[in-house]
């Protein structure tokens, strides 16, 4: 009965392995771990990054709107100017000849003051292309930030699955030998390969998570390579974001076209001034001759308050909606400022204390995994010192990590770059 239970374990330790390996497989034909260089810091990963970003297609567009902007403002007239041509004929009436044709040009007017205006809603497109350049850069800082932090997360769990794993092999072999020399029962084997298979599936686990952090790298980057060393920043000593956050920037400068708009809409309801200049010939009959005279003639609106108000009544309403963008952006900045320096410093207290608890973690295995090759213990203390060991360390790596996540996403947050 016990040698048929040992078969059943056996053959399900096998079934195991048999579902576990060709995901392995699978993985490593479907993405190869990529090669390290030494030549690639953040400042180079940051610029491959925004030259691959889609995003990057904004900024001609948003160049070009700026300086159309700008043009229209340096215009002398208010608009495009236009051909009239005016002709009268009383020759399916009356019949006596009489003609009149006018035919001119008539161009749109400044209003008093508009000229200015326009000029300055160009420079404020001009300032909007220059805060957004800036804060799209600081926008994939933080997803190349993210990228690289998650590798880099990936690559040193993975170290601490690879450890944990030789220490399993090496409590087997342990076993093994105790075994063949009949100083510790066949369950003992047992218990300690099924050990072993539990630790290598936790190993493909922390595999497939360096592919995926990997994959999500090279989708961002564009790059087959990855810096060699790990991406380390030091934190920025200050307790509140800063007004010139280029996000805040951003959106101060969405205030300012707002505003404009206003100011644009308004001019566009109450109508600009026209001025028709061209040429009058005319003739009071067949008998007489025909006569030229100069056409000009002045086009001036007025009044309509109550239409304007109307008109620009959408536009206020924007202005108002930008002015709330910017002060709940900048009230949640601080908010998440605040957060993660009181996680970090939490984070700051504890390290110390997990080093300390990985280190007895530690002395416990190599404690109990002597006890165990001297017959002072059995194998299920070693099995638990090992798994404690293993806690212990990655609780320690996990701790370490987050620490350094959280001083880039503070500085992220500020609105600084490494």
Request: charged residues 20%; hydrophobic residues 40%.
């Amino acid at each position: 009965m016990k040698k048929t239970y040992i078969q059943r374990l056996t053959t399900l330790t096998i079934l195991v392995v048999l579902m576990t390996t060709p995901n392995l497989h699978a993985q490593e034909l479907d993405h190869a771990p990529l090669t390290t260089t030494q030549n690639l810091n953040f400042t180079t990963l940051l610029e491959q990054t925004l030259a691959h970003a889609p995003e990057a297609l904004e900024t001609e567009v948003r160049t070009e709107q700026a300086q159309a902007m700008v043009d229209v403002g340096e215009s002398w007239i208010a608009g495009r100017p236009s051909a009239q041509l005016d002709y009268i004929d009383d020759q399916m009436l009356s019949d006596l000849g009489e003609r009149e044709l006018t035919y001119g040009i008539t161009l749109p007017l400044w209003r008093s003051g508009e000229r200015n205006t326009m000029q300055a809603r160009g420079q404020q497109y001009n300032a909007q292309v220059a805060a957004w350049q800036e804060a799209f850069t600081l926008s994939m800082a933080g997803r190349l930030r993210q990228v690289l932090a998650d590798m880099q997360d990936a690559d040193t769990l993975l170290a601490t699955e690879q450890q944990a794993t030789a220490d399993a092999r090496q409590l087997l072999s342990i076993a093994e030998s105790l075994h063949s020399a009949g100083e510790t029962a066949r369950r003992d084997v047992l218990q300690a390969r099924t050990l072993l298979l539990a630790q290598q599936r936790n190993e493909l686990a922390a595999e497939a998570a360096r592919v995926d952090a990997e994959r999500n790298y090279q989708m961002l980057t564009g790059l087959t390579t990855r810096p060699a060393k790990p991406h380390v920043e030091i934190i920025q000593t200050t307790e509140e974001v800063s007004p010139e956050h280029p996000l805040l920037r951003l959106l101060r400068s969405d205030i300012d076209l707002a505003a404009a708009e206003i100011d644009k809409t308004e001019l566009d309801a109450l109508g600009s001034p026209t001025l028709s200049i061209g040429s009058r010939r005319q003739r009071a009959g067949n008998q007489n001759d025909y006569q030229d005279a100069l056409a000009l003639s002045v086009t001036i609106p007025f009044g309509g308050r109550a239409h304007v108000n109307a008109s620009t009544s959408s536009a206020r309403r924007n202005k108002v909606d930008a002015d709330v963008r910017y002060l709940n952006t900048y009230r949640e900045l601080n908010l998440q400022l605040h957060e993660v320096a009181h996680e970090l410093f939490t984070l700051n207290e504890s390290l110390p204390l997990s080093k300390e608890q990985a280190q007895l973690a530690r002395q416990q295995w190599e404690m109990a995994k002597t006890a165990f090759v001297t017959g002072e213990t059995d194998i299920s203390q070693v099995v638990i010192a090992l798994q404690q060991t293993r806690r212990s360390a990655r609780d320690l790596e996990v701790i370490t990590l987050r620490q350094a996540r959280l001083i880039t996403e503070f500085n992220q947050i500020v609105g600084v770059l490494p």
